[in-house]
DNA sequence: GTTAGGGTT
């Protein structure tokens, strides 16, 4: 069934167009209230389940592809069942009996056992899936099948079918480039183009070359195979042509050289039909001024014309839009007042991700009025359109925002701008309407506006801060990571940012660079071309002159690359080491890496909502260390042990116990491998404060800044120049610095990101006399 | 005077 089964226009959203031209849903089918109490499915109940899967019939196509194919590419839409039974056909058909070559003096190849792996961008997908294919499979999750993500290993000796997250293939890749001990990895997910993927993408391509047993299929639910097809062809267009030439443009699959499609390839394509409702797409006939006024009459409109079962899923950009909304919906249809025609009530339920725990549970739990008269209405941010599934919704409203996080290279800031999606996340937000019925998506813009939007989101590769990637190549062993095989390339100026900074850490050395920034704010400039032609312009060039030396990884650059954080934090760590705190900075980088630690009770949270916010404020200031940010989170994460770690402390002070417990895991991760750096993680500064600012100082050098007139009025009267770019930023709202009286002159920042204005976040105070002393190469006396 | 979403041997 094609998810947009029909496009019908509707007018601008307005109460007397929408529901005339909208039609009663075809059929009632599943519920998702259903699956609940089913008893534990048999075997064999199982196997007729998977025989059920639109793949199923494809078996052993798919199987024959990969046989004839060392790269594949699969495309599957939601629902066709390619997760959970790829895997599984390649097992059965023998993928895992793998031949390691014969290493030196062995005479003959060996015989042992390889893996499957299967690689998610999200953890929940990974031990999700793990859990569904095991109790097809009939074993318990760690035996023939089992997962693997950060913190939680469930993999045996006996594994074969190991899900996983890109990052941990990604980490383990650190030590094994080659991937030795898989017979084939399955990249699931692929067109959500993670960073870690992507990556992946270029390290597999260069296993293959060494390694002709090893098998990658790539899955995607984006049509267009083609960019993957192209990236894995080993031959190049020379090769495709002659093949071609031999077998006729529209020669037969023959010899494994022919893909379904005809042409000549290296890289077998498959595609699998996706077994979802279809879902009506509405579009608006003018383009809509207020994305939330539209919202609100659209939600109202369908509400007051649409039977139950069938729940609104509203897409808006932050959490900033989302309270508006709901404001607005509350007022317009009053929060428990039947509204309308169909005596239905409204229950709202906000959803995104710095939201409490307890709060977000509302969107998943059936509504607490009675069923039968209750619509729930989730305003979701992105996180409902890959990252959480939510049953019921029949409805969903787009808005056609949302917020995307982008490296700048040329400054090293990073914005965060209400951007218009792409034409497949449109798709992939229309699609959560159909997940259990038929359902109907409406557009809040028109469809030419639709037709102008981006195929695709810009992949992560090409929007983050490199450093830590093009440090981890090395590490590897890449010794040219600026011509790495990536699918999509970044650009020149963000790899030559990465190694800027990796210069300046010490992680590299001898680069045909010279170290970036010094305290005048001077810097090396570095032209800024467009993306992917610098890119291109550069691999053209043919070598002319002396060849520049190329920059080699440290040993201070391994320790830092054998720590899974930002290099800066890394740095930070071993930096405090040295200075006799490690136990502190632990502490403030696994803090710093588990987001919203405070929580502010929603606006919306019932009659005494202002209050609780009021009490959050107080509790939040109560936990503030003096001397910034940083220490305040080492100060909430002491606390918090010394109250033994409770619920009940953190509920008290409005802090996350989630983020807690991340933070804590972390932490744990951390001392086991400072510990294998030798290092002792316990050494403590005890109450001397002095020393870790002076760590901070020495590990956040990069990130100072000092206070000074504004030089434009945008900032206020004074504002915080950085010294590594000479840019002007505010401390953000959210600092215990902000408004601090008597101002900082000197602090280091952990993070600077342009929303409204750029603000530089997680501030602390240090001492310039502490930089002159311990970054002497930037910092000291001329 | 305020922060889209993921993720790491």
């Avoid at 089964?5 to 849903?25: I, N, T, W, Y």
């Avoid at 006996?158 to 898989?182: F, H, N, Q, S, W």
């Avoid at 218009?420 to 019925?437: H, N, V």
């Avoid at 409406?442 to 440090?471: H, K």
Wanted: net charge positive; hydrophobic share 40%.
């Amino acid at each position: 069934m094609s998810m947009e089964a029909r496009k019908v226009h509707v007018g601008a959203v307005g109460l007397s167009q929408l529901p005339k031209k909208m039609k009663r849903p075809r059929e009632e089918v599943g519920s998702h209230q259903l699956t609940a109490f089913q008893p534990t499915p048999s075997r064999r109940q199982h196997q007729n389940a998977r025989q059920q899967l639109p793949i199923w019939r494809q078996k052993t196509y798919v199987v024959e592809t990969v046989r004839r194919h060392a790269s594949v590419v699969l495309v599957g839409e939601t629902g066709s069942g390619k997760s959970t039974q790829v895997p599984q056909f390649l097992l059965d058909a023998g993928f895992c009996a793998g031949i390691v070559e014969a290493q030196g003096s062995t005479p003959s190849p060996i015989r042992a056992r390889k893996l499957i792996a299967c690689t998610q961008p999200r953890r929940v997908a990974a031990i999700t899936v793990a859990g569904r294919v095991a109790e097809e499979m009939g074993c318990a999750l760690g035996q023939a099948v089992g997962y693997a993500v950060r913190f939680d290993d469930k993999t045996g000796p006996r594994t074969v079918i190991k899900y996983m997250t890109d990052g941990v293939l990604l980490r383990e890749a650190m030590t094994d480039p080659l991937l030795t001990r898989y017979a084939v990895i399955i990249l699931d997910e692929a067109h959500e183009r993670s960073l870690q993927t992507d990556i992946l993408f270029g390290l597999i391509r260069r296993a293959q070359r060494e390694r002709k047993d090893l098998r990658v299929v790539v899955m995607s639910a984006t049509l267009d195979v083609e960019v993957f097809r192209r990236f894995f062809e080993t031959g190049g267009r020379k090769e495709e042509k002659a093949l071609i030439k031999r077998h006729g443009e529209n020669g037969k699959h023959e010899k494994g050289m022919l893909s379904r499609e005809g042409q000549a390839s290296t890289v077998g394509v498959v595609r699998i039909e996706g077994r979802q409702y279809g879902v009506e797409v509405y579009y608006c006939e003018e383009a809509q001024e207020d994305s939330i006024d539209a919202a609100c009459l659209a939600v109202l409109q369908i509400h007051e014309s649409e039977p139950l079962p069938g729940d609104i899923l509203v897409f808006l950009s932050g959490q900033e839009d989302i309270e508006a909304l709901a404001e607005l919906l509350s007022e317009s249809a009053g929060t428990d007042t039947s509204i309308g025609k169909t005596g239905l009530c409204m229950e709202i339920c906000p959803l995104y991700s710095a939201l409490a725990p307890e709060e977000q549970a509302k969107a998943f739990h059936p509504p607490k009025g009675p069923a039968k008269s209750t619509r729930k209405v989730i305003l979701a941010t992105n996180i409902a359109e890959t990252s959480v599934t939510i049953n019921g919704i029949r409805h969903v409203v787009d808005t056609g925002w949302v917020k995307v996080r982008r490296y700048v290279p040329s400054t090293g800031l990073d914005s965060l701008k209400v951007t218009q999606i792409a034409r497949a996340q449109a798709q992939q937000r229309t699609g959560r309407a159909g997940r259990e019925a038929p359902g109907k998506c409406y557009r809040l813009f028109t469809e030419s506006a639709f037709e102008r939007l981006d195929a695709v989101p810009q992949p992560e590769i090409q929007r983050v801060n490199l450093t830590q990637v093009v440090l981890q190549l090395l590490a590897m062993g890449l010794d040219d990571p600026q011509h790495f095989d990536y699918l999509s390339p970044p650009s020149a100026t963000a790899l030559a940012r990465a190694f800027e900074t990796l210069l300046a850490l010490g992680c590299i050395a001898e680069g045909g660079l010279s170290p970036g920034g010094n305290v005048d704010g001077t810097r090396i400039v570095i032209p800024e071309k467009d993306d992917r032609q610098a890119v291109e312009a550069q691999a053209d060039q043919k070598p002319s002159g002396p060849a520049k030396s190329r920059p080699v990884i440290t040993p201070h650059g391994r320790r830092v690359a054998s720590l899974p954080l930002d290099p800066v934090y890394a740095h930070f760590v071993l930096r405090a080491s040295e200075l006799g705190c490690i136990f502190e900075a632990l502490t403030a980088v696994s803090m710093l890496s588990a987001e919203n630690v405070l929580y502010m009770p929603s606006p919306h949270g019932g009659p005494d909502a202002a209050e609780q916010r009021n009490r959050a404020t107080t509790a939040h200031r109560a936990l503030a260390a003096y001397d910034g940010d940083v220490p305040t989170l080492v100060h909430i994460y002491e606390r918090w042990v010394a109250a033994k770690k409770g619920n009940r402390w953190c509920w008290d002070h409005f802090v996350n116990a989630r983020a807690m417990k991340k933070a804590d895991e972390v932490r744990e991760q951390l001392l086991l491998l400072v510990r294998r750096l030798g290092l002792d993680p316990s050494q403590s500064c005890g109450n001397e404060r002095q020393i870790f600012l002076r760590s901070l100082a020495a590990g956040l050098f990069l990130n100072v800044a000092r206070r000074q007139p504004a030089t434009s009025p945008a900032l206020g009267k004074y504002c915080y120049k950085m010294l590594a770019n000479g840019r002007e930023a505010a401390i953000h709202p959210s600092s215990v610095l902000h408004a601090r009286n008597p101002a900082p002159q000197c602090v280091v920042f952990t993070e600077v990101l342009t929303t409204s204005r750029p603000y530089i976040r997680g501030v602390s105070i240090v001492d310039p006399a502490d930089l002159q002393e311990l970054v002497p190469q930037f910092f000291g006396r001329a």
